[in-house]
């Protein structure tokens, strides 16, 4: 049994993973949300609005709240040496560089989707990329709900930045209202939709002379990012201190399942 304090406990994400917990042999003990969205009534765990109020044991905190978190979330952790689930989005460089040096102590999970299918999706993209060559113009699409708070999204950013990991001197582009020129064939065109309940699409063109290649996912539920996040769970709070991601828990489940 995984036992989780869960940040953004009453948000979208968080309800989804509070639900999901028990089929993944994991237990939310604690919740953290904002003081203004924590429910009247009581649930199963107590709620509060800064971690440090929190004493029960843990064996992980898991993160879908904001990115802006992590200013409570890192000397927490490192105070009580918890490992740390971070799958939010929208990170600045400063963030990142507090999340690497708190790797140095502690375990740190860092994912910008905790979806098996869009991992595997970047190992796709990288092999078209590598195939198909700078011929082929690169175009991401990204599909979200209207609540979502950043764009593009950091999926969309995983793909682009795996694919320039074959095409080195990729250029990413936002935004091309801005001048009038032919496209480049560095480019890597990034655009982002934002309507509705669209829980989260991601479209990777490769386009051609004389065709287009089309690589794509589609979630139709928060479930799968739930379960994703509590593997990672699960994955990390046996861990030694370091940076991990969804690569390495894919590495080993699939070691496990060659070794049976």
Known sequence: MTEIILCGAAGRMGRAVTAAAAANNCKIVAGVERAECIPSSAGDFN????????????????????HSAVDQLIPYAKKNHIPLVIATTGHNEEELSRLHKLSATVPVFYSRNMSLGINLLLNLCKKAASILGEDYDVEIIEKHHN???????????????????????SEFI???????????????????????????????????????ITLSHSASNRELLADGALRAAAFIKTKKKGMYSMKELLDESTAATVTL
Do not use: Y
């Open 47 to 66: 709620i509060v609005s800064n971690i440090v109020e929190i004493t029960v044991h843990a064996d992980v905190i898991v993160d879908f709240s904001h």
């Open 147 to 169: 609540k979502k708070l950043d764009a593009p999204s950091g999926t969309a950013l995983m793909l682009a930045e795996a694919i320039k990991k074959v095409r080195g001197e």
């Open 174 to 212: 936002f935004d091309r209202t801005t001048e009038h020129r032919l496209r480049r064939k560095n480019e890597i065109g990034i655009q982002s939709v934002r309507g509705g309940n669209i829980i989260g699409e991601h479209e990777v063109m490769f386009c051609g002379n004389n065709e287009v």
